[in-house]
């Protein structure tokens, strides 16, 4: 597998998750290399000429109006590193440590921040040959950029902080040693060409939208087998009524659904048994489609920051010119990503509500309750429904947006920040919990499946019912179900059931 060429302008979702993910190495581009090299030859020239420009020949935030000699430069950015490395909490995952490194490194590519090629390929180096800088998941305001989390990422390149290499937690200075890395000394304008930057939550958020899009197939599919396990009635997802309502995700999410149910016999006409079923049935089109616009949305935000540069002081080498601006604010991303946790919010929602009419006699066209036979003496699938309820609740506390916040910082120098990076760990959150509901809906689902006979299920939803019921069994007396639930869960984040329903069906949307 060759490299990704790194070239700080077009960096895709896909490869992202490439990198980070399934580890996959980069490289820069020729021209990429060319721009790092300009833009650090205009910081020497201005260092040379002793110019007063904020961020290499001063102080930081409140302290812009101090001048730092030459002398002080590099004890001024390494200062700059070890007094913003306040990071606390658990430390990010190592798929979130390495989509933070890429994105600095892309951001560091096109060439706007005056950092040495020496000192980016060091990071480039560290991410290669996998030193995983240990970061924080607190401590970020998302404006000045992600400063504490990204320090830390610093700390391991001056052999500093801490780190995972080869599954092992241990010093900065051992990891690199061990992954025979050399580390740096930083100089002008590279502490903060390294910190400033929004790649914090744009690493958190690039994956949670990553993963939201493939959930929301998950939904889908989850919704036809409970569609099938209550008989419902598959007119109201015919194409003309979605068609003049043609908002994308809502005709999608129909297309989806007919090609799962096509060929079902557990399905039913409008008139047949009832006229009509539920919201939480007959409005899937509408409620996933909702969602999914809003997915779709996020990824563009996502993949313009993935490319933008995002620190301060910005170089424009062809002007000889170097403007301080604020396009570290993580405002355009934390409306995105408090957008996202609510998109993914509604998936929980309703898939709960379609659970419920599973588990109540009262709604579920003829299952028994709590989809067990031998009731009262078995709960069955009761308190699948509480524990999917109180997932819900939490996504509900959870989808508040972070971004409607602001503390001032700085002495008053930073009096507006996006809380970005807390809106991207909410959604993340969310997600998870969201997963777990559609585990719960997808077990119930099928086990209504079994109480109605199985009479024959839909081209897609039968690969789906037969991938669960190779390691998942009917439940014939009660058992621990946080088991099920686990096993359902690690399934659908295995990613089988959607590739193998698409082999079939073809790709859903």
Same mark, same amino acid.
């Given at each position: 597998?060759?490299?990704?060429?790194?070239?700080?302008?077009?960096?895709?979702?896909?490869?992202?998750?490439?990198?980070?993910?399934?580890?996959?190495?980069?490289? !820069?581009?020729?021209?990429?290399?060319?721009?790092?090299?300009?833009?650090?030859?205009?910081?020497?020239?201005?260092?040379?000429?002793?110019?007063?420009?904020?961020?290499?020949?001063?102080?930081?935030?409140?302290?812009?109006?101090?001048?730092? #000699?030459?002398?002080? #430069?590099?004890? !001024?950015?390494?200062?700059?590193?070890?007094?913003?490395?306040?990071?606390?909490?658990?430390?990010?995952?190592?798929?979130?440590?390495?989509?933070?490194?890429?994105?600095?490194?892309?951001?560091?590519?096109?060439?706007?921040?005056?950092?040495?090629?020496?000192?980016?390929?060091? !990071?480039?180096?560290?991410?290669?040959?996998?030193?995983?800088?240990?970061?924080?998941?607190?401590?970020?305001? +998302?404006?000045?950029?992600?400063?504490?989390?990204?320090? =830390?990422?610093?700390?391991?390149?001056?052999?500093?902080?801490?780190?995972?290499?080869?599954?092992?937690?241990?010093?900065?200075?051992?990891?690199?040693?061990?992954?025979?890395?050399?580390?740096?000394?930083?100089?002008?304008?590279?502490?903060?060409?390294?910190?400033?930057?929004?790649?914090?939550?744009?690493?958190?958020?690039?994956?949670?939208? $990553?993963?939201?899009?493939?959930?929301?197939?998950?939904?889908?599919?989850?919704?036809?087998?409970?569609?099938?396990?209550?008989?419902?009635?598959?007119?109201?997802?015919?194409?003309?009524? *979605?068609?003049?309502?043609?908002?994308?995700? *809502?005709?999608?999410?129909?297309?989806? !659904?007919?090609?799962?149910?096509?060929?079902?016999?557990?399905?039913?006409?409008?008139?047949?048994?009832?006229? *009509?079923?539920?919201?939480?049935?007959?409005?899937?089109?509408?409620? =996933?489609?909702?969602?999914?616009?809003?997915?779709?949305?996020?990824?563009?935000?996502?993949?313009?920051?993935?490319?933008?540069?995002?620190?301060? /002081?910005?170089?424009?080498?062809?002007?000889?010119?170097?403007?301080?601006?604020?396009? %570290?604010?993580?405002?355009?991303?934390?409306?995105?990503?408090? %957008?996202?946790?609510?998109?993914?919010?509604?998936?929980?929602?309703?898939?709960?509500?379609?659970?419920?009419?599973?588990?109540? /006699?009262?709604?579920?066209?003829?299952?028994?309750? %709590?989809?067990?036979?031998?009731?009262?003496?078995?709960?069955?699938?009761?308190?699948?429904? $509480?524990?999917?309820?109180?997932?819900?609740?939490?996504?509900?506390?959870?989808?508040?947006?972070?971004?409607?916040?602001?503390? /001032?910082?700085?002495?008053?120098?930073?009096? =507006?920040?996006?809380?970005?990076?807390?809106?991207?760990?909410?959604?993340?959150?969310?997600?998870?919990?969201?997963?777990?509901?559609?585990?719960?809906?997808?077990?119930?689902?099928? *086990?209504?499946?079994?109480?109605?006979?199985?009479?024959?299920? +839909?081209? +897609?939803?039968?690969?789906?019912?037969?991938?669960?019921?190779?390691?998942? +069994? $009917?439940?014939?007396?009660?058992?621990?179900?946080?088991?099920?639930?686990?096993?359902?869960?690690?399934?659908?984040?295995?990613?089988?059931?959607?590739?193998?329903?698409?082999?079939?069906?073809?790709?859903?949307?």
């Amino acid at each position: 597998m060759g490299k990704v060429v790194i070239d700080g302008n077009s960096l895709t979702i896909e490869e992202f998750i490439q990198i980070t993910r399934w580890r996959k190495k980069i490289e !820069l581009s020729q021209e990429a290399i060319e721009r790092i090299n300009k833009s650090r030859a205009l910081v020497d020239k201005f260092v040379d000429e002793n110019k007063v420009v904020y961020g290499i020949t001063t102080g930081f935030g409140k302290f812009s109006d101090v001048v730092i #000699t030459g002398d002080e #430069t590099k004890e !001024l950015q390494r200062n700059l590193i070890i007094s913003h490395a306040c990071g606390v909490g658990e430390p990010l995952s190592e798929e979130i440590v390495r989509g933070i490194m890429l994105l600095r490194i892309n951001a560091l590519a096109k060439g706007f921040s005056g950092i040495r090629l020496s000192t980016l390929n060091t !990071l480039i180096e560290m991410l290669n040959k996998g030193v995983h800088p240990i970061i924080p998941e607190k401590g970020s305001l +998302g404006s000045s950029g992600d400063l504490a989390p990204l320090s =830390h990422m610093v700390l391991v390149m001056l052999g500093e902080g801490e780190a995972i290499y080869k599954g092992q937690k241990m010093s900065g200075k051992e990891a690199m040693e061990k992954a025979n890395i050399n580390t740096i000394e930083l100089t002008s304008k590279e502490g903060l060409a390294l910190i400033n930057g929004t790649q914090v939550m744009t690493s958190i958020g690039a994956h949670t939208i $990553y993963d939201a899009m493939e959930l929301s197939k998950i939904a889908d599919i989850a919704a036809s087998l409970t569609i099938e396990a209550l008989n419902g009635i598959i007119d109201a997802y015919d194409i003309r009524v *979605q068609n003049i309502r043609p908002h994308e995700g *809502q005709i999608n999410t129909s297309k989806n !659904l007919l090609k799962l149910l096509e060929n079902s016999s557990m399905i039913s006409r409008q008139g047949e048994i009832r006229v *009509q079923d539920a919201y939480s049935l007959r409005c899937v089109p509408q409620i =996933h489609g909702g969602s999914k616009d809003c997915f779709k949305y996020v990824k563009e935000k996502v993949e313009i920051e993935m490319n933008s540069a995002t620190d301060n /002081p910005l170089i424009f080498y062809e002007d000889e010119e170097v403007i301080s601006g604020g396009n %570290f604010h993580g405002q355009p991303m934390a409306l995105a990503f408090d %957008f996202l946790g609510i998109g993914l919010a509604e998936l929980a929602n309703i898939s709960e509500r379609r659970l419920e009419r599973l588990v109540n /006699p009262s709604l579920s066209n003829g299952l028994p309750g %709590f989809l067990i036979r031998n009731g009262g003496l078995n709960s069955g699938f009761m308190i699948v429904q $509480y524990s999917a309820a109180a997932l819900v609740s939490e996504n509900k506390v959870l989808a508040h947006p972070a971004s409607v916040d602001s503390i /001032p910082s700085s002495a008053n120098q930073e009096d =507006h920040v996006s809380m970005g990076t807390i809106a991207s760990r909410k959604a993340m959150e969310i997600l998870d919990n969201v997963r777990k509901v559609l585990s719960m809906e997808i077990l119930a689902a099928c *086990q209504g499946i079994d109480l109605r006979g199985n009479k024959g299920l +839909g081209n +897609g939803t039968k690969i789906v019912y037969n991938i669960i019921r190779e390691k998942i +069994g $009917y439940l014939d007396k009660d058992k621990p179900m946080y088991e099920e639930i686990n096993k359902c869960e690690e399934i659908i984040k295995s990613g089988e059931i959607v590739s193998k329903v698409e082999e079939v069906i073809g790709k859903l949307f």
